[in-house]
T-cell receptor
Framework: DQQVKQNSPSLSVQEGRISILNCDYT??????FLWYKKYPAEGPTFLIS?????DKNEDGRFTVFLNKSAKHLSLHIVPSQPGDSAVYFC????????????FGTGTRLTIIP | KAGVTQTPRYLIKTRGQQVTLSCSPI?????VSWYQQTPGQGLQFLFE???????NKGNFPGRFSGRQFSNSRSEMNVSTLELGDSALYLC?????????????FGPGTRLTVT
């Protein structure tokens, strides 16, 4: 039972344009969401997070939007740069789950120069 | 501040053997979580340790076990290895108890079972 879903396994975006990565979840107990970026042969790197009491969080070129009623979140990267090419994982935490994170299967983002 | 370190980085074992992986968290972090990453499955949660106690456990068989030491370092053990155990095993640490839920990952241990 995949509680966090990233339905697009891959995405290609032109350099300088906006990249939008999507994530859906089914568990209404999730109260905190995170995005991680992963390069080959490295562990995931924390990118940005959002609490369920907010609908938007921004950090430089990265913005995460949360739509609780739709159980959907998205990561926007503007402008996209070649170094953004990586696999992006969406993760969620339940307020009863202590430190357990439930991850999506990832979206491979390729930025085309 | 040094990041999360994992040893060894690569490991090749044969079916039926057992393996122990090690993780040293970021200094001051008391929570250590372990994840298995396989192609198409994303990151699957194995277990989490806090103050030497297993606080949370994922849906993995009993062949997968772990422990945490008083200095927060953690080890993960897999007994009677199967081919399907081939994966990248990731360790993550976090402050826990603070208002910070971010986990910081190590580079992982790539385990190949032949």
């Amino acid at each position: 039972d995949q509680q966090v879903k990233q339905n697009s396994p891959s995405l290609s975006v032109q350099e300088g344009r906006i990249s939008i990565l999507n994530c859906d979840y089914t568990n209404s107990m999730f109260d905190y969401f995170l995005w991680y970026k992963k390069y080959p042969a490295e562990g995931p790197t924390f990118l940005i997070s959002i609490s369920s009491i907010k609908d938007k969080n921004e950090d430089g070129r990265f913005t995460v939007f949360l739509n609780k009623s739709a159980k959907h979140l998205s990561l926007h990267i503007v402008p996209s740069q070649p170094g953004d090419s990586a696999v992006y994982f969406c993760a969620a935490r339940s307020n009863f789950g202590n430190e357990k994170l439930t991850f999506g299967t990832g979206t491979r983002l390729t930025i085309i120069p | 501040k040094a990041g999360v370190t994992q040893t060894p980085r690569y490991l090749i074992k044969t079916r039926g053997q057992q393996v122990t992986l090690s993780c040293s968290p970021i200094s001051g972090h008391r929570s250590v979580s372990w994840y298995q990453q396989t192609p198409g499955q994303g990151l699957q949660f194995l277990f989490e340790y806090f103050s030497e106690t297993q606080r949370n456990k994922g849906n993995f068989p009993g062949r997968f076990s772990g422990r945490q030491f008083s200095n927060s370092r953690s080890e993960m053990n897999v007994s009677t290895l199967e081919l399907g155990d081939s994966a990248l095993y990731l360790c993550a640490s976090s402050l826990s108890g603070a208002r910070s839920y971010e986990q910081y990952f190590g580079p992982g241990t790539r385990l190949t079972v032949t």
